[in-house]
């Protein structure tokens, strides 16, 4: 039987607010059985109740703490830290860092959830500055992690390490790899591509120990390719790479209804090709991957879309409860204090030894 986890839910974040996130608990139960999980939503308990009437939970699922308090979506961070004390979103990971939920999910402010939760809850190791945000990209394969897809504009060589470090623990929590593969995001696949940062973290990711399944560069059509099970870079190529990733899904999707609609003969092989059709919009769906954890802190925190579906919103659900009942916080704990050990005393490049010998 699963353990009983209780998941932490800012109920006024997003677009939509209670109906998408009450419907979200409703999808993942109707999905995945929901069995020994209950939540903890916070925000206006009117409006969360009469969801939960329309969605048909009740008290067993549901405990509901009430708040006025939101903070909005164009809210910048710091204001939303100076101001946002009492608000659903800061409640909701309040209950993470007291140890009272195993996880947080808000589909809130992205800004001020990363700021709220580092102020919160802090990050999980000396020199970490800021969380990462790993997406969930579909490929040929199955499922890649990529990170950073946005949090950290620039990254030095230690940081991307430890991007690799936390994609690596993600992947096996919750997509079950067993021993992903990782490579690094570059312009070419040769060791002298790229800058001085991602050559130094090759370097330290192959020589200092990790026990990470580390294959080298690899370059942007290898992430739909799946050619590894973790794509690391910096948040300012990874979110460029995903949001074109997410355009040309949209343009394709756009092209594929023109064209099947164009004609009564279209629209007659449109109708015999459903089935496919449908599966490949699955395949591709934004709201089918929706959850995105922004890694690195000390507990676990769930980004949803802001203007995801109930079944988005049901997506990222599931990424937090397999999160709150991995052993992710320890694997993750343990590798880094080893990268501490590693940049504390660093492994000798062969060109230092060259020098030595002679």
Not at 96 to 107: I, N, P, Q
Not at 236 to 260: D, Q, R, S, Y
Not at 333 to 343: D, F, K
Request: charged residues 20%; negative net charge; contains cysteine.
């Amino acid at each position: 039987m699963p353990s009983p986890i209780l998941i932490s839910l800012d109920a006024m974040g997003g677009d939509h607010g209670p109906s998408v996130v009450v419907g979200g608990v409703r999808d993942y139960r109707a999905r995945h059985g929901g069995e020994g999980v209950r939540f903890l939503l916070h925000g206006d308990e009117a409006a969360i109740r009469a969801e939960m009437a329309k969605c048909g939970l009740g008290e067993d699922v549901c405990e509901v703490r009430h708040t006025d308090k939101v903070v909005a979506m164009d809210e910048k961070p710091a204001q939303a830290m100076r101001r946002g004390k009492g608000s659903s979103v800061w409640n909701a990971i309040e209950a993470v860092k007291t140890g009272e939920a195993a996880a947080v999910v808000s589909a809130g402010n992205t800004g001020a959830l990363m700021a709220i939760s580092k102020l919160l809850l802090r990050m999980s190791a000396p020199g970490l500055e800021r969380p990462a945000i790993v997406a969930s990209w579909p490929t040929f394969k199955g499922i890649t992690a990529v990170l950073d897809v946005g949090a950290n504009v620039e990254s030095d060589a230690a940081q991307l390490v430890e991007f690799a470090i936390m994609g690596e623990a993600f992947m096996a929590a919750v997509h079950g790899v067993d021993k992903p593969t990782v490579g690094l995001l570059n312009v070419g696949s040769e060791d002298m591509k790229g800058h001085e940062e991602v050559r130094e973290a090759a370097r330290l990711l192959r020589e200092g120990g990790f026990n990470l399944d580390y294959r080298g560069f690899v370059e942007g059509d290898d992430i739909a390719k799946g050619t590894v099970d973790v794509v690391v870079t910096d948040g300012f190529t990874g979110n460029i790479a995903l949001k074109t990733a997410e355009g040309v899904a949209k343009f394709i999707g756009t092209l594929m209804k023109e064209a099947l609609t164009s004609s009564l003969m279209a629209k007659a092989g449109a109708a015999l090709a459903y089935p496919a059709l449908k599966a490949m919009s699955a395949k591709i769906d934004p709201n089918a991957i929706n959850g995105g954890p922004l890694l690195g802190l000390n507990g676990i925190v769930v980004k949803s879309h802001g203007g995801a579906t109930a079944a988005g919103f049901g997506s990222a659900i599931r990424i937090a409860v397999d999160l709150g009942r991995s052993d992710y916080m320890t694997k993750v704990g343990t590798s880094l204090q080893r990268l501490t050990a590693v940049l504390e005393h660093p492994p000798a490049s062969p060109a230092a030894d060259m020098e030595t010998s002679q």
